[in-house]
């Protein structure tokens, strides 16, 4: 059965909590008067599942907004939690198009991979909208699917040339589990390498969960790289961290990460994190007018034992805004369109934009752990 949430009848918007997906397919395509729900595709097991707290709690976030105004389309808002892990048991593309063919759905926002989002597009079909708001390799053309999250050549480029510069970077290893956006990404990475005029010293996949970074790191170390791009996802990318700490491997080699955020920071622990960087278009300790508005919104809703702050699950909170301004300004244009086309899409976020060549695009910022946090922002 759903959960239900006490405050609910005293505070209608306060929380909105998920339908969970049995109950249903229980009730099969009934759905609430006027209700308008929204299928929450994040990853709630595996390596990724370390985001989903902060993901569910920032969406809520939304809901708590979207439906002290107008809901979406004049009808209150209901998410309906879905796990969108690689790991989970259900194939993904089995239970969206169930649930689209029953009627039960009217959108989908995804925080997750993109090796789902590739299998996704293919089963959607434009019958619903589809907001995709992590980072992400880029090139998603299409129609009726929506990332917003920032790219290789927004968020890596810039970083990489900034640190090599800065560090006096010549040869470069990287690492990644073995799916499309690691391997996208380091695409674009070796293109900057040769830009830069650095070298290559090694590029390595492995697969999700791998029990032990033990030989991943030893090959680190025997490829003499001066700095490493770690695209290893959650538990993953804590388990590399600590094992590189454990060395002291920070004396010899820099990091740089494009998905480490305020969870994984705080899993890998204070000592294993000297010399790492991440790059992205939120923090959660970013001091920016948009940050601090939203920050206060998120624990004035959760208390200040809410889960950590951070750009993965920021981005699910911006992903339902977006797809209200989407619907209410556009209409059924989104069935014709796709992210290449770059609407002009308004709407909440905890991020900032600022035009770029003609397009308003998020800023992008390369920060540096310290213990448990982020400092020394860099706007890129």
């Keep these: 059965m759903p959960r239900e949430d006490p405050d609910l009848g005293r505070q209608p918007d306060a929380l909105s909590w998920p339908i969970e997906l049995a109950d ?3 009730r099969g395509p009934l759905r609430a008067p006027g209700s308008f729900r929204v299928a929450l595709l994040i990853p709630m097991c595996g390596p990724a599942g370390i985001w989903a707290p902060s993901c569910i709690s920032c969406a809520q976030v939304a809901v708590a907004e979207l439906n002290r105004a107008n809901g979406i389309q004049g009808r209150r808002v209901q998410l309906v939690m879905i796990d969108a892990a690689v790991e989970a048991g259900e194939p993904i593309e089995e239970i969206v198009n169930e649930l689209i063919e029953l009627g039960a759905i009217d959108a989908i926002v995804g925080m997750h991979l993109s090796a789902v989002r590739q299998r996704l597009s293919k ?16 090139g998603e053309t299409t129609p009726g699917l929506f990332a917003i999250g920032e790219t290789p050549r927004e968020q890596l480029g810039p970083a990489m040339t900034t640190l090599s510069r800065a560090f006096r970077l010549k040869k470069w290893a990287l690492i990644g589990n ?3 956006w690691p391997r996208a990404s380091h695409s674009y990475a070796k293109s900057c390498l040769k830009q830069m005029g650095a070298a290559l010293a090694m590029e390595c996949y492995v697969p999700f969960g791998l029990p032990s970074m033990t030989g991943l790191v030893e090959k680190v170390v025997a490829s003499g790289a001066d700095a490493v791009l770690v695209s290893l996802v959650g538990q993953d990318a804590v388990r590399f961290n600590r094992e590189f700490g454990r060395r002291g491997l920070h004396r010899s080699i820099l990091r740089l990460s494009c998905a480490l955020e305020e969870n994984g920071l705080m899993a890998c622990g204070s000592g294993n994190l000297e010399r790492h960087f991440s790059v992205s278009s939120y923090f959660g300790s970013v001091a920016t007018e948009e940050n601090a508005s939203f920050k206060e919104r998120y624990y004035a809703l959760h208390g200040e034992a809410a889960p950590a702050l951070n750009a993965l699950g920021q981005s699910t909170y911006e992903g339902l805004h977006y797809l209200a301004a989407l619907l209410r300004n556009f209409g059924d244009v989104w069935r014709e369109r796709s992210t290449r086309d770059g609407l002009p899409v308004i709407h909440a976020s905890g991020r900032s934009f600022a035009q770029k060549n003609g397009v308003k695009r998020a800023s992008v910022y390369l920060a540096r752990a310290d213990g448990v946090q982020f400092c020394d922002f860099k706007l890129l």
Excluded: F, H, S, W
Aim: aromatic content about 18%; proline content about 9%.
């Design 24 to 26: 249903l397919r229980e």
């Design 178 to 180: 073995d799916y499309v």
């Design 123 to 138: 089963v959607v079909q434009k019958r619903i909208p589809y907001i995709y708001t992590p980072l992400y390799e880029g």
